[in-house]
Each structure stands twice: as C-alpha cells, then as structure tokens.
C-alpha cells in the first residue's frame, strides 16, 4: 500500500539520498544483509502472527514436516533477542543471513529476502504457511517428520543462497 512518495532511498552507508521520511529505524538490519548476500535485492520484515509466536516462544522453525519447506529453506532458524531499531538487530542476524533465506528474530518477528520483492514476499507467506502447518501439528500432538535419508535427498535440490556482495565480486573477478 505504499506510494512511491513514501519510499526513502539511501545509499549502501545508509545516508538519506531521496524521501519525504526518514529512514526506517531497521535500516541497519537491511543494510546488513544486502551487504552479505549478493542475491538480496528486496527485504522483507514483518510481524505474521503465528511465525512470531513461535519466535516469541524460542522455538525455531526446523523440524522437517514438509518436504517444501526442506527444500525452501533447509530450515528457519531463530535469532537471539535484540531491540528493535538497536544496532543490536544486525548483531543478532549476522551469523545466520549468510546461510538462511529466512529467519524468526526472537520476540519480535521475521526477516526475508530474496532477488526481487515478489520473492521476498512470498517467502514471508511460505514462513507464515510452515509455521501454521507446524502450529498444527502440535496442537494435534504429533509430529511426522520426514526422514535424515529423505531430508538428506531434499537438501542436494536446494540452490545455496550466495553469501556475500564481496565474494561474488571475488568469484566474479577470477572467472575473468
């Protein structure tokens, strides 16, 4: 529902170029993971009710129930407890966004990336979908969990995501 007058443009320091705002108190979130992964062009970060009760609760979303999931995600794991709009925030991510598409951050909500906006957005909806699908499972008392073989051979589809901005200029530079 955003207008284009409603978006903030900065620069990869976080310097305002462009808006009528300023910029969002996460920024240095955002800043963070466009920095470590090459392949993150659009962030989303919201508050879906079910997946942040499971952050709000400490519990990750990494049981193999569905074999979608396993190869989206390989698993969504939760982030230590940082406040909101602190340079905490980054601290608490870094070690996890070079190898997780998504991740739950503890008592507060979920982050997601992707090439594009689309993608980003979707992937918060399929965050959202796991974590009523694991919500369910618990409430029902049991849990079906693929396999270490099954989840072995769901893992080798999965496309690993590409660490950081500086290494694929590394690797792009020796391809030359």
């Not at 808006?19 to 920024?27: D, T």
């Not at 769901?154 to 500086?166: A, C, F, G, I, M």
Request: some cysteine.
């Amino acid at each position: 529902m955003m207008a284009p007058d409603d978006l903030v443009i900065t620069d990869v320091e976080g310097r305002k170029l462009h808006g009528n705002h300023e910029p969002s108190s996460e920024l240095a979130m955002h800043l963070l993971i466009y920095k470590r992964r090459a392949d993150a062009n659009a962030i989303c970060h919201a508050h879906p009710p079910i997946a942040t009760g499971f952050a709000a609760a400490g519990i990750a979303l990494d049981k193999p129930l569905l074999a979608e999931m396993v190869v989206t995600f390989g698993r969504i794991p939760l982030a230590p407890f940082a406040l909101p709009g602190t340079s905490q925030v980054p601290w608490s991510l870094e070690p996890l966004v070079g190898e997780y598409d998504a991740i739950l951050m503890a008592n507060h909500g979920v982050v997601t990336f992707g090439v594009d906006l689309i993608s980003a957005f979707h992937r918060m909806d399929v965050v959202e979908h796991y974590a009523r699908v694991s919500l369910v499972t618990e409430l029902l008392g049991k849990q079906s969990l693929l396999s270490g073989y099954d989840v072995e051979k769901l893992l080798t589809t999965r496309q690993r995501p590409v660490k950081s901005k500086e290494s694929s200029a590394i690797v792009e530079q020796s391809a030359r």
